[in-house]
């Protein structure tokens, strides 16, 4: 993977001509989670050898939030979906930190599984 520029500026790991899966990284700024929510994404992609386009997006106001249904920070969307079903039942769109149920405990980034699972789903049979 290559670093390149994302929306607004920000960076992104993408290849220049991948047809893999669109991962995105939405963020707010000093977001404590973001950095272990992209290691994550990247680490599992990497271990499944599933060629990704990752593309980290940084969320500057409620207006970008209410355009992107953005409903905390980090969210991880594989192909325009959540990676947590939750996520997608959300109602509200906000600036603020998002919490993960993990099986005893919530988190500040997503399961593991729901983004092997999500990632698996996107690339298809292999």
């Known amino acids: ?3 390149g520029a994302g929306r607004g500026g920000m960076p992104s790991l ?3 001509h991948q047809s893999g899966p669109v991962v995105e990284v939405l963020y707010v700024e000093h977001c404590p989670n973001f950095p272990a929510a992209l290691a994550l994404v990247e680490r599992v992609a990497a271990e499944l050898g599933v060629d990704t386009q990752v593309q ?3 969320i500057t106001d409620l207006a970008a939030a209410e355009h992107a249904r953005f409903v905390g920070s980090p969210t991880v969307r594989v192909n325009g979906r959540d990676v947590d079903p939750e996520g997608e039942l959300a109602a509200e769109y906000t600036l603020e930190c998002r919490l993960y149920w993990h099986e005893h ?3 500040g980034y997503p399961q593991e599984r729901s983004v092997r699972d999500a990632l698996l789903r996107a690339a298809g049979p292999t």
């Open 105 to 107: 405990r919530l988190a």
């Open 14 to 16: 993408s290849e220049d």
């Open 1 to 3: 993977m290559a670093m």
């Open 56 to 58: 980290a997006t940084m």
